[in-house]
């Protein structure tokens, strides 16, 4: 009941957010079943109550994608002899729906991610396998931010580059997305 109760309570105040309000019933069910006790906590209510729609589609994509996609950021690199960069897109996935328009709201997502302890970046890491970095390559607003900044005029020399990270969902993450997604 510590779990099912507020989870009750709370869910009324999400019926507009179906990807919440899916989150809410199976965190009930889940609080209800044998098989989940040792992973449901109570503390989950209070992560719904702190995720967005777009969070939780994104949190939905990375638990769907984790042993298949890595994460980076998107610098602009300039080419002037002293190995400057300037960061234009912090803890970059390649998540749908994700373009030039929209990337700060995506990127503020993750942050939450990782603010509320479901998934872990770590910068100074990177997957041994590069597969997990093509779609971040060939994703669309990298490709649009190279084309905007080859078309600007500047007095250096710049690249757009995806600087590598490794990423995971914590064992708290884990246990969210098990009782709620």
């Not at 300037?86 to 993750?110: M, Q, W």
Request: include cysteine; charged fraction near 20%.
């Amino acid at each position: 009941m510590n779990i099912a109760g507020p989870a009750l309570e709370a869910a009324k105040y999400y019926i507009e957010h179906e990807e919440l309000r899916k989150m809410f019933a199976k965190l009930i069910a889940a609080s209800m079943n044998k098989g989940h006790i040792e992973v449901a906590h109570p503390s989950f209510v209070e992560v719904i109550k702190q995720l967005s729609p777009l969070d939780a589609r994104t949190l939905h994509f990375l638990s769907n994608n984790r042993n298949s996609i890595g994460c980076g950021s998107i610098v602009l690199n300039v080419l002037d002899g002293q190995g400057g960069h300037v960061p234009i897109v912090h803890n970059f996935f390649p998540l749908p729906g994700l373009n030039k328009d929209n990337y700060l709201s995506y990127s503020a997502s993750i942050d939450n991610l990782v603010r509320l302890g479901l998934i872990y970046i770590d910068i100074n890491r990177s997957f041994n396998n590069n597969l997990f970095y093509r779609s971040l390559e060939e994703h669309q607003l990298v490709r649009d931010l190279r084309v905007m900044y080859s078309s600007q005029p500047s007095g250096a020399a710049t690249r757009v580059e995806v600087r590598k990270s490794a990423w995971e969902i914590t064992q708290f993450g884990q246990n969210f997305c098990s009782c709620c997604l």
